[in-house]
């Protein structure tokens, strides 16, 4: 055997696929079964497809070693299928000049993302949804970025937040983007400061004791900016070629390009895709978007001929492959359709999240929010948004009541939908606290929108950035959402029922519109937790509510007291000895009064 027919047998061991770097050079290897021939084209070879062909391997890829190759430097793919030449972006290549130009040779740095990290368990978590884009936007410039991002750590650290739920940062098409249009679903984005600005990133929210969660998109690609497009030159139907369907399959609300879910080489793209973010970013969890759409084509799961059995098979595995290498992974799906079959586990035919969004919590508590005329807010709507439960798990769900969904596409901010004319106006204030309140007391994974602690307003868009005079504005808004985050996390030692499974929904005054509920973990003192809820504008004296327990009962939050806005009420909502006699099922009762739109917190001491 010859000594380069050794040398390349020795070099075809180099195991991954994209780009390599190697101690001296880099190594790229590429699927594409119709080409006839692949070169790798670059600065390092004056883009000359001559320079440095590539093998073609069993399993159709394409290999060669480039030893003069240097990180940093740009380079493409150059195919040839019969009269076609071409040149496209690395599929799997990590870093980009931007969503149309080269892909930049990278090597992953995962110790750069900092000393390892434990995130919350799922029932101490509190997320925070963050657009990078619009989160911080520095004086003068058009979109934020992840160093900026960084800079309002310690403010998200002082909001009570433990973790941060990140829209898609893979390259998308244009500086501005929700980043639900994935161009190249390995490469960071490179507007925000693309694989260095997301692990600087992910080290300073760990230091923070905040996890990230990475939101992807894997129902479709694209539309636009997108190399995976016929990839080598193949298509059936012109439609996507290689990594997508060709057929009816293929078409998904945002565009032509559903991968192909039952073809192996792209089932493989889409999970060392979800691996990738754990093992060379460090982030704590994904969270898939719109899965509905991986389980079905037009979103109508069950039916016969919309079922996508390949996707479901798709989202188990990866979800079994994510769980086995990092067991404490988040794993969060938008379903939107509260099937409690995405959160349970694949060995019981699940999909395998550990938790989902849960549209019948905040469709209901936004609704009742809005309504105009207190006589038409319905108690049992909120009722049974505090009392949906999947698999067994009250944290097997999201709970919120503005999502970067819900306060665009038609919709908006919730206190804008309140009060169109004046969101800063007390009712807006009001109800729109109260939805907080529910929002961190409710059983589930709370989460708030971007600004919704300082009560933004209109609706999301991507190019208007947070409005940072807001919280000197609305400092008594922010104060609310801090003091029920240390409530929700139990921060003081005495709300530990916030993060149990247990809730009994058991005062309901559908005439003064007050409404009661218990949340508890083991019960007792320090354990029990009493909420109760005004949703009349006028004041309720004289409530009386069940308890557990005998002893004093103390208010620990009543969201009309005045530290949350000098103009609120500052009803009495007073400390209660417990009386006993039975009353609604419990063996003591208590007499409170709430101001008008008011919530009220209550437990007891250890």
Known sequence: MSDRKKALEKIHVIPGMGCMVQPKGVAFRVWAPHAESVSVVGLFNNWDPAAHPMQREDGDTWFTMVDVAEEGQGYLYHIRNGEQEFTRPDPRGRAMENSVGNTLVWKP????????????????????????????????????????????????????????????????????????????????????????????????????????????????????????????????????????????????????????????????????????????????????????????????????????????????????????????????????????????????????????????????????????????????????????????????????????????????????????????????????????????TAPGIPMIFQGQEFLTDEWFRDDVPLDWSRPEDFKGVLALYRDLAGLRRNLGGNTAGLTGQHVHVHHVEHERKVLGFRRWREGGAGDDVLVILNLSHTAADDVRVGVPNAGCWKVRFHSDAQVYGHDLGGHPCLDAEATEGEWEGYPFSIHLALGGYSAAILSQDK
Request: glycine residues 10%.
């Open 109 to 440: 740095k995962p110790e750069e993302a900092g000393p390892a990290f434990t995130a919350p368990n799922m029932n101490d978590l509190v997320i925070y949804e963050m657009h990078v884009g619009s989160f911080n936007v520095p004086e003068g410039a058009n979109h934020g970025t992840f160093a900026s991002a960084v800079e309002k750590m310690p403010y998200l650290k002082s909001l009570g937040i433990n973790a941060i739920e990140v829209m898609p940062v893979a390259e998308f098409a244009g500086d501005l983007s929700w980043g639900y249009n994935p161009a190249s679903p390995f490469a960071v984005e490179s507007a925000y400061g693309g694989p260095q600005g997301l692990l600087a990133f992910v080290k300073a929210a760990h230091a923070h004791g905040i996890a990230v969660i990475m939101d992807v998109v894997y129902n479709h690609f694209g539309p636009s900016d997108l190399g995976l497009w016929q990839f080598d030159g193949w298509s059936e139907n012109d439609k996507g070629g290689i990594y997508f369907y060709n057929d009816h399959r293929s078409s998904t609300p945002w565009g032509d390009t559903r991968p192909d879910y039952g073809r192996g080489e792209v089932r493989t793209y889409i999970r060392d895709n979800a691996l990738m973010w754990f093992e060379e970013y460090g982030v704590d969890g994904l969270r898939w978007d719109m899965t509905v759409f991986i389980r079905s084509c037009q979103g109508n799961p069950g039916h016969p001929d919309d079922d996508l059995s390949e996707g479901w098979g798709l989202m188990q595995w990866v979800n079994d492959e994510i769980h086995a290498q990092y067991p404490d992974a988040i794993t969060i799906a938008e379903d939107l359709r509260d099937s409690e079959w995405l959160v349970k586990g694949t060995g019981a035919g699940g999909a395998g999240f550990r938790s989902q969004w849960n549209a019948a919590f905040v469709h209901p508590v936004r609704d009742v929010m809005i309504q105009t005329a207190d006589e038409h807010r319905r108690l049992e709507a909120i009722q049974t948004a505090l009392t949906c439960c999947f698999d067994g798990d009250v944290f097997k769900r999201v709970i919120y009541s503005e999502s970067h969904d819900e306060v665009a596409n038609g919709k908006a901010r919730l206190p804008t939908e309140i009060s169109p004319d004046d969101a800063g106006a007390l009712p807006a204030r009001q109800r729109s606290n109260l939805a907080a309140a529910l929002v961190y």
